[in-house]
């Protein structure tokens, strides 16, 4: 198995990847855009929404950048949009048998589990 770091950066005019090919690819990059699309439709600053795949062992990760100030709309209160956020990337990633993981990253703080 090769493993592919992933860069998925989402924009306004698209998406843009770096290092994109084959079908595993191309779940990850589903997954990605389900990721991001949910989450531009919950903060205020839609352009600013990332999403980062990275490969983990048999899983993948889901790194997902937003505002400073969108943070907690994307993690809710006591942590239920976030929660909300991996069931839904679960059960997408089910129907595919893949693993995804996914991390709110925090600015000052890094990836928030």
Same mark, same amino acid.
């Given at each position: 198995?090769?493993?592919?770091?992933?860069?998925?950066?989402?924009?306004?005019?698209?998406?843009?990847?770096?290092?994109?090919?084959?079908?595993?690819?191309?779940?990850?990059?589903?997954?990605?855009? %389900?990721?991001?699309?949910?989450?531009?439709?919950?903060?205020?600053?839609?352009?600013?929404?990332?999403?980062? +795949?990275?490969?983990? #062992?048999? +899983?993948? %990760? %889901?790194?997902?950048?937003? +505002?400073?100030?969108?943070? #907690?709309?994307?993690?809710?209160?006591? #942590?239920?949009?976030?929660?909300?956020?991996?069931?839904?990337?679960?059960?997408?990633?089910?129907?595919?048998?893949?693993?995804?993981? %996914?991390?709110?990253?925090?600015?000052?703080? #890094?990836?928030?589990?």
């Amino acid at each position: 198995m090769t493993h592919l770091h992933l860069s998925v950066l989402f924009y306004p005019e698209g998406v843009y990847m770096s290092e994109f090919a084959g079908t595993s690819d191309k779940i990850t990059q589903n997954m990605s855009n %389900l990721i991001a699309e949910i989450a531009r439709s919950l903060v205020d600053i839609p352009d600013q929404v990332q999403v980062e +795949a990275i490969p983990d #062992g048999d +899983a993948t %990760l %889901l790194r997902l950048k937003v +505002a400073p100030s969108d943070v #907690g709309k994307v993690i809710g209160k006591q #942590g239920r949009t976030a929660r909300s956020l991996r069931t839904i990337l679960s059960a997408a990633a089910m129907k595919t048998r893949s693993r995804f993981t %996914l991390d709110i990253y925090e600015e000052d703080r #890094g990836a928030r589990n």
